[in-house]
């Protein structure tokens, strides 16, 4: 009876020394689980698109690690004010911003869900198969001494042991069951997020091309692999006045002349090129394989149609104004690096405000 004592003690013992590290594993897991689910919900509930700057807003401010984030974020929610996308632009900018952080915290997000959930599931798996291993071994155990004669007590004894290994591997059948149900939402964040790493490159405001973007494409085609016979030109465009527009109308109204703006460039641009918001109420054109005559009818073309376009603010029917745009061209010159070629663009459009706004140099 001494040896199915010990026995009894040791299989209480793996059960509760595997409960203590199935806990210690969830812990992290379900912390970064719980962040994330209320980031969609917090996300859902102000209205705002779970795109990268979002994420990372939401996500430290529910961290709370950051409390001029916190604060300054309370003020617009207890205001009950809108958070509009420049809103949470200037608010990633002024708290959040440092170089490569957001493409890093996307990264490391998204790897460390996936790790978490496979590593979870390795540890029940393998719980699980030590458990359904020792269930058999009593089981044979108990046949063997079914046959046995004057052994009642010693039966009914690992008959005991039997009942408390199913009833272990039951509850963690269970606990799997969960967790296969969390994975799933995990996965589903997982792919969110996947998608915006994918975004990283886009401007959340216009839905075009950042300025990262613009960089990034020109490096390449000024760099030591860029193709001889594929020249290109840079335009930079400037809305008039803008300033003004955001003044006398609202920043909603502006960010709603920014995003035609840029559907309007969007349109005349080939699937072979790029157009890009540079920043502010400044956008960028990257044309292949265009001579700058011909840059300069499709600026003209945009500034164009542009100025003939009358937006009205839907609400109160009052009329935005007239809205023009300055345009500079550049075209690629032997030994230019991607600031050589942006520079000159710039001063081309320095020169169009110069000479009267609403215009094109090239």
Known sequence: MSTVSQNLNFCDSISDRNASSLLCDYKEYFLISSIS????????????????????????????????????????????????????????????????????QIADATSSLGGEVTDVLTVIDSHLSKCGDYSESLRETTDTLHKADGLDDIKKAVDCLVSHSESIQSDTEQLRSALNRSREEIESLQEALDEARRNELIDPLTNIANRRALERRLEEMTGSQRSADRDFCVIIADIDHFKSINDGHGHLIGDEVLRYFAGLIHKNVRKEDLAARYGGEEFAIILVGCSVEEAHKRAEIMRSELEKVKLVIKDTKQEVGKITASFGIARYREGDDHLSVLGRADENLYKAKQSGRNRVAA
């Open 37 to 104: 689910r209320k980031v969609l919900e917090i996300s859902h509930k102000q209205k705002t698109p779970l795109i990268p700057i979002v994420y990372d807003i939401w996500y430290n401010y529910l961290k709370g690690e950051n409390q001029a984030l916190v604060r300054h974020i309370n003020q617009f929610i207890e205001s009950k004010k809108p958070l509009s996308l420049m809103d949470l632009d200037h608010i990633h900018s002024e708290f959040l911003d440092t170089p490569d952080l957001r493409e890093k």
